[in-house]
């Protein structure tokens, strides 16, 4: 940028060497040359994505916009297959204001009428295509992120009025209350005992793009927690999150077991459950060990298993064997054991069960 020649001596950051076109002609000691050649690089992956200004006129696309909700946006990116990606909703509603046409040299997209609920990331790529097999080609994409400014709704709306979001300690956790003002000023709120959590940029962060990121997911950071955001206006509260944790280590099964009763009459049916919850591709087999084995007691195993929808995109699997004694008699006395197993490893957990 002619007048700022000081930003060509920024740092450099990690890779961005091997992203520069190679052009031998140019001179890189020249000042203005290393701007160009930044700006270039800069702009290397949304090389395919522009905007249409006006009639016949087009510029390339930001990594950010921000319009104010009610305009209408056309984007354009060129080849001949190309693939978008869009706020999902706008699919799941199958919204008649978002349209997608391929051309012969470019893929159009238009969003008309747009609303603060259409804010987000919106990307393109050509897919490299070898008969019924393509891939996306990673040298042939653009991408940028729309703010579709509301004063009336800072808060990008969302379909429901509360939402669970998961603290797993092996990875983030993200409160999604994003804005549609980038500006605008969001802090975070527990509900009980009332007070701001503090963001200290370290192990919360705020991402104007995603919310508010617990780096580091803990126990002591469960309970119900809302934003709320300031911009030219009174304050705004978004919906509430509640924050539930959730532990799955990865190894052998985390078991857990239990009998409808500690003690049981002759005569009664016993029930002794063997749960595990896992991730959800992890095959789960259980065996068992009771009393009445050696006497070849009759007993009923069922062994079965169900996906549980964590929210934000994560699934939980439990596993379950439940072994049932009907009749009970004085040899079903004693220690049952469940031995469940992975591809990690086994583990083994033991209840009681006395005659009365």
């Known amino acids: 940028v002619t007048g700022q020649p000081a930003k060509s001596k920024r740092p450099k950051e990690p890779g961005e060497n091997k992203i520069k076109p190679m052009n031998k002609k140019v001179k890189p000691k020249i000042p203005r040359m290393k701007e160009r050649e930044s700006a270039d690089s800069s702009l290397k992956s949304q090389s395919i994505l522009t905007q249409m200004m006006d009639k016949g006129h087009f510029q390339k696309v930001a990594s950010t916009l921000s319009l104010s909700a009610g305009q209408s946006i056309e984007l354009r990116c060129k080849g001949s297959n190309v693939t978008w990606s869009y706020p999902s909703y706008l699919d799941t509603f199958k919204d008649s204001r978002l349209s997608i046409k391929q051309l012969d040299r470019y893929s159009q997209l238009i969003l008309a009428n747009s609303t603060a609920a259409d804010t987000g990331e919106y990307s393109c790529w050509l897919q490299l295509c070898n008969g019924n097999k393509c891939r996306k080609d990673e040298t042939k994409m653009g991408s940028t992120y729309i703010f579709f400014t509301d ?152 062994n079965f298993w169900r996906l549980i929808n964590r929210g934000t995109g994560h699934t939980t699997r439990i596993s379950k064997s439940v072994l049932v004694v009907e009749d009970f008699e004085a040899r079903d006395a004693g220690s049952y054991v469940c031995i469940a197993q992975n591809v990690q490893g086994e583990t083994t957990v033991a209840t009681n069960v006395e005659l009365n």
Request: proline share 10%; net charge negative.
């Open 151 to 302: 004063k009336e709704e800072l808060f990008v709306p969302s379909p429901s009025y509360f939402e669970i979001v998961y603290l797993n300690p092996d990875k983030p956790a993200v409160i999604p209350c994003r804005v549609t003002t980038p500006s605008a000023k969001v802090t975070l709120h527990r509900e009980f005992p009332a007070e701001e959590i503090e963001t200290d940029g370290t192990d919360i962060i705020y991402d104007v793009k995603k919310g508010f990121v617990y780096q580091h997911p803990t126990s002591d950071h469960k309970g119900i927690v809302y934003c709320k955001a300031e911009s030219q206006g009174a304050p705004q509260i978004s919906i509430k999150y509640h924050l539930l944790y959730v532990e799955v280590p990865k190894g052998p099964p985390s078991t857990t077991i239990m009998a409808s009763s500690s003690r049981a009459e002759v005569g009664d049916s016993v029930h002794v459950s063997c749960t595990v919850l896992g991730e959800p591709d992890v095959d789960v087999n259980f065996r068992w060990q009771y009393p009445g084995q050696e006497f070849e007691r009759p007993v009923i195993m069922q």
